[in-house]
């Protein structure tokens, strides 16, 4: 069983939507969870994070985190064209200089 | 500008071939990462350097081997190449004294074995 599981999708939605990304997690041990963000033939650009439980938010993009059932999540409100991407979730344990365990990334398409 | 860069970007050779990879960060992070994103987009770690030294190794074939000349730079070579090793190649800075040590990525290298 991978450590982090994401629905590859494809997911479609209208512009304007409200998007929600989701992934599930098995290590007890993660305590960093982020979104990164990535454009075809580009690398993973980061858009959030957050440590433990808890909701953070930035503009369009709220990520909310629930460790009694190990469950990661990214909203985009307001969906936009350019939003268009593979959102990748990643997670690691508060110990320095440990890697990201990344799901495999769930590819959006928003259709102006 | 640039805070993470890897040269090059595209590399196609032949199979048995050797090849480098560079990486380059000027974001003053002690850490470096290589990961491999495969044809389905699934990004794995395969090695990880503090301060030039190895913390990270995970079970990658030992054809693969990482250098990092100064905390600037991590390279990596690839000896006696296999079709498996198409991949995308991302060097990856990180801060180990930073809460949360967010990992800023480069590029990518697109590496194709014929």
């Known amino acids: 069983q991978k450590e982090v599981e994401q629905d590859p999708g494809p997911l479609s939605v209208p512009e304007g939507a409200i998007v929600s990304l989701n992934c599930t997690y098995s290590?007890?041990?993660?305590?960093?969870f982020m979104w990164y963000r990535q454009y075809s033939r580009k690398g993973p650009e980061l858009l959030m994070y957050?440590?433990?439980?808890g909701n953070k938010e930035d503009g369009r993009f709220t990520a909310q985190v629930d460790k009694s059932s190990k469950y990661i999540s990214l909203f985009i409100r307001d969906s936009q064209p350019s939003d268009s991407a593979t959102y990748l979730c990643a997670s690691r344990p508060n110990q320095a200089g440990t890697a990201l365990i990344f799901g495999k990334g769930t590819t959006l398409s928003v259709s102006s | 500008d640039t805070a993470v860069s890897q040269t090059p970007k595209y590399l196609v050779t032949q199979m048995g071939n050797d090849k480098s990879i560079k990486c380059e960060q000027n974001l003053g992070h002690d850490t470096m990462y290589w990961y491999k994103q495969d044809s389905k987009k699934f990004l794995k770690i395969m090695f990880s350097?503090?301060?030039?030294?190895?913390?990270i190794n995970e079970t990658v074939p030992n054809r693969f081997s990482p250098k990092s000349p100064d905390k600037a730079h991590l390279n990596l070579h690839i000896n006696s190449l296999e079709l498996g090793d198409s991949a995308v190649y991302f060097c990856?800075?990180?801060?180990?004294?930073?809460?949360?040590?967010?990992?800023?990525f480069g590029p990518g290298t697109r590496l194709l074995v014929l």
């Open positions: 290590n007890s041990a993660f305590q960093y």
């Open positions: 350097y503090n301060n030039k030294e190895l913390i």
């Open positions: 990856a800075s990180g801060a180990s004294a930073v809460p949360g040590q967010t990992q800023y």
């Open positions: 957050t440590y433990s439980s």
